[in-house]
């Protein structure tokens, strides 16, 4: 009779768990470190610049510092999403952090609107985008004497790069814009001065996302989608001149007429269901789920914009066959 061996070794989704929780556990309590290969930097110049990306998106571009940081949209004439991004203001150029596909149908959108005035579009293609998320970043990222001073949406420029307090996920973080040939060196600097740190991948970054609340474009919004519905709130200035969109934004603020809303969903099961999976209350679809993570501290959780009906924080709804959830508001990590 053949012996039968037994092994202690992992399974395949085993190690998968372990790394993925190595992984969120660097970023929670020290510094996890990726490459945004997936966004890229544009160079917006001309003597126009300002003043034609201020009236195209959300954000306060006119009234902005060299050295700030706006997260920005932008919208259709309805507020439609288009799309998102980070604006650097420097002192001779806008520096747009924005997602590659997302920029060619923003590209053609702005020229469409692009008249007389003087603006141009550089590629910047030999810069890329890191990202240092976790309460080490600032320290890990920054020069010793910049780290306590440098407040969110600010950088400085520190030789050929910049660097800035960013919380591109809604948790503390860190992003460095810096030539491509430099990537590794400039990582190696990175983890060699944030104890437990790692470089990752993105999927504990999108589950830090999905904790915090925040929606991606694209994700969890649609072509219809109104920037308010996904909570994009914090890219949009309320005070600010006129822009494209911003009508329908004010008549949603003043008169409390939005439908639907972005909402946090606590699982019942701990499998993560799929994306698209129907929200429905006593028999009636309000939603879909949009994103849906694993999450170490809060178990299976996602997002979902969803009708008014079932905005009650608490509220079980039914997902998908058989599958249950409790509706919570947003961020996660503070409700």
């Not at 910049?146 to 919380?167: C, D, T």
């Not at 929606?215 to 890219?235: H, N, P, Q, S, Y």
């Not at 879909?288 to 509220?315: K, N």
Request: hydrophobic share 45%.
């Amino acid at each position: 009779m053949a012996h039968l061996e037994t092994t202690d070794h992992p399974t395949a989704p085993a190690i998968a768990d372990a790394a993925f929780d190595a992984a969120y556990d660097a970023v929670v309590h020290a510094a996890g470190v990726h490459v945004l290969d997936g966004r890229i930097v544009v160079r917006v110049v001309g003597d126009d610049r300002a003043s034609f990306i201020h009236g195209m998106c959300t954000a306060d571009v006119k009234g902005a510092r060299p050295g700030s940081i706006l997260p920005a949209l932008f919208l259709t004439e309805h507020a439609h999403v288009i799309a998102d991004a980070f604006i650097w203001v420097t002192g001779d150029a806008l520096v747009l952090d924005i997602d590659s596909d997302a920029w060619t149908r923003t590209r053609a959108h702005l020229e469409r609107l692009l008249v007389a005035d003087d603006v141009e579009f550089e590629d910047a293609s030999r810069l890329a985008l890191i990202d240092v998320e976790g309460p080490a970043a600032l320290d890990a990222a920054c020069p010793a004497e910049v780290a306590a001073s440098l407040p969110p949406w600010r950088f400085i420029e520190a030789g050929k790069s910049l660097i800035g307090n960013l919380p591109r996920y809604g948790g503390p973080a860190v992003s460095v814009i810096a030539s491509r040939d430099s990537v590794d060196s400039t990582i190696a600097g990175i983890l060699a001065r944030a104890p437990h740190s790692r470089r990752v991948d993105s999927s504990p970054l999108e589950t830090i996302r999905v904790e915090n609340g925040v929606a991606l474009v694209g994700v969890d919004t649609a072509d219809k989608t109104i920037a308010l519905e996904a909570r994009l709130d914090r890219a949009i200035s309320f005070s600010k001149g006129c822009y494209l969109g911003q009508e329908t934004i004010e008549r949603a603020t003043a008169r409390g007429g939005l439908k639907k809303r972005m909402f946090g969903l606590k699982f019942s099961d701990a499998q993560v269901p799929p994306v698209g999976a129907v929200v429905s209350l006593a028999g009636t679809e309000v939603g879909r789920v949009t994103s849906a993570v694993r999450s170490p501290r809060l178990g299976a959780i996602g997002l979902a914009i969803l009708h008014h009906s079932a905005w009650t924080p608490g509220v079980e709804l039914k997902i998908g066959g058989d599958g249950a959830a409790i509706v919570t508001d947003l961020p996660f990590a503070q409700s």
